[in-house]
Every structure is written in structure tokens, then in C-alpha cells.
């Protein structure tokens, strides 16, 4: 509270605000948000006036968030150590063989090897990307969707950025999750599908659609659990990840069909930035 003061007294036509704790008549803490402003030289105020608002839950809430992310770093630390650094050693001998020999039981090998680095690796994504979001900064669609296309195995598949929008977003984060929604049109609409980029009406979102196979009615309730797959090589933690980012933002993500009958996945809540805000390239 001093220091806000201090701020207002040497810059006075500044809002100050401050969050600190204070003890109930009964001996119960609570928290207490300020905003104070400075009005010494107007009448009739003549002194610092202030308006508090109690956000005692509001902190123990983002506590709990903490904790919570303090747990899911320690079990990402425990997949991380105890599991990809045998999986590292297990990997060399099959390596070591299939140099000195052709044989099928050690391809097999490799690959169920190859499957369960995939599947630690996004073990350790899912884990992370459910932390809730702090600070955000304005993101370009269009240009973070141009690297994003870049990082994923496309094949023939095309993609079509319909959009120059630009959202308030954790720019680590929306690149996961743009590039396992990339991942996943091509993996399920073929080699030669055709991906777009486009924002929804009202700009309430954006979209990814694809002019594959669809997915079907019955499948879309469990679509996003963890673990499921369509495909035999699939890890099934790709949309998983896609919605636990989109939880740590605040928003919703639903599932329709596009205009070519393929799937599209919506992510809807988005905050629009401001013509004001500086976007940084």
C-alpha cells in the first residue's frame, strides 16, 4: 500500500493498483484488490481516494492452479527421466542389429520403439499444455499458420490460409495446437488433402477444415479423449492436446462438417486483438 501510494504521489495522473491481504473483524485473511487515484489538489475529495474490491477466491483459485501445475510438471519430469532415457538405451541395440542383419522381429522391434518415443512425447505435451495460460501476446494467424504447415509431414496435402486475423493468444501454445490440427487433417483426410485456415463468422474463432472422409456423428463425443485413434499407428493424444490448449485460453472447441464434407474443427472464444496493439513479427 506505501508503494502505491508513493506511485500515485509521484506520478499523479496515474491509476495505481495493488493487491494485498487483510485480517476479518473475526481474524480471518482475506484479499483485497485497490485501485487508487490521486485527487490531492481537487475539491472536495483533497486526498488519495481508492475502491477496493475483495478477490479472495479468485486468489485461491489461481493457487489451486498453481499446485496443479506444479503436479503436472513433476509428472512430466518422471515421464521425461524415468521413461525416454531407457527408452534412448533400449533403442541402440535394434539399432546396432538391423546394421548387421535383416531381420523382421527387429524392424518390428524399431518400430514399437519408435511408437513409444511418440507416445512419451506426447504424454509430456498433454501434461504441460493443460497448465493454465498467463501472459498472452497478439498473434498473426496467417504467419504463424505458414511455419506451423512447415513443421508437419503434408505429403501432397496443400493448405489455404483464409485469414489475416490476429488473436491474443500464448504463441507457443496456438502453434501446438495449429500444428496437431494440421497433423491430424492429413494423417485422416490422405496424402492429397486440402486444408484451410479461416476464421469464423463474427469473429467469435477460427476454424481448421479439411476436405477428407469427415469424421463421423457417433465418433465426435470421444474424439477428444486421450488415447483414442482411428488408425493403428495413431498415438490418439493429437486432439487431446488441441483441447486441453484451448481449456488453458478459456475457450471451446466443437466439431462439424465442412463445406467439401470433410471435418472441421472450430476453436471459438477467441479474443481479437485491437486495431491499437502493436504485433510483433
Known amino acids: 500500500m506505501r508503494e502505491q501510494f508513493e506511485q500515485l504521489l509521484s506520478n499523479p495522473d496515474e491509476i495505481a493498483s495493488a493487491e494485498y491481504r487483510g485480517k476479518r473483524a473475526f ?9 487508487a487515484q490521486n485527487f490531492l489538489d481537487e475539491e472536495p475529495i483533497d486526498g488519495i481516494l481508492a475502491t477496493l474490491r475483495e478477490v479472495t477466491e479468485r486468489k485461491h483459485r489461481e493457487r489451486e492452479l498453481e499446485r496443479q501445475n506444479e503436479r503436472l ?7 521425461s527421466h524415468d521413461l525416454q532415457n531407457p527408452l534412448n538405451v533400449v533403442s541402440v541395440h535394434p539399432e546396432m542389429a538391423a546394421e548387421e542383419t535383416d531381420n523382421d522381429h527387429v524392424r518390428e522391434a524399431m518400430q514399437s520403439l519408435d511408437r513409444m518415443e511418440q507416445l512419451v512425447e506426447d504424454l509430456l505435451q498433454l501434461a504441460r499444455q493443460g497448465q493454465a495460460v498467463g501472459e498472452t501476446e497478439p498473434v498473426k494467424l496467417r504467419d504463424l499458420a505458414e511455419r506451423c504447415w512447415r513443421n508437419v509431414e503434408t505429403a501432397a496435402a496443400r493448405v489455404e490460409i483464409a485469414t489475416d486475423a490476429t488473436v491474443r493468444a500464448d504463441s507457443h501454445r496456438l502453434r501446438s495446437l495449429l500444428e496437431n490440427l494440421f497433423h491430424n487433417a492429413v494423417a485422416h ?28 456423428a457417433e465418433e465426435r463425443e470421444d474424439i477428444f ?57
Open 189 to 216: 483426410g490422405g496424402e492429397d488433402v486440402t486444408v484451410t485456415l479461416g476464421t469464423l463468422d463474427g469473429g467469435t474463432g477460427f476454424y481448421v477444415a479439411d476436405d477428407g472422409a469427415g469424421i463421423p
Open 73 to 79: 510438471d513433476e509428472f512430466a519430469g518422471v515421464v
Open 225 to 281: 479423449e486421450s488415447g483414442h485413434s482411428t488408425r493403428n499407428d495413431g498415438t490418439g493424444f493429437g486432439l487431446a492436446i488441441v483441447e486441453q490448449i484451448a481449456d488453458a485460453h478459456g475457450r471451446e472447441v466443437r466439431i462439424t462438417d465442412s463445406e467439401a464434407g470433410g471435418a472441421r474443427i472450430e476453436i471459438t472464444g477467441i479474443e481479437t486483438v485491437r486495431d491499437r496493439e502493436t504485433v510483433p513479427e
Open 27 to 35: 481474524g480471518e485473511w482475506m484479499w483485497v484488490e485497490s485501485r
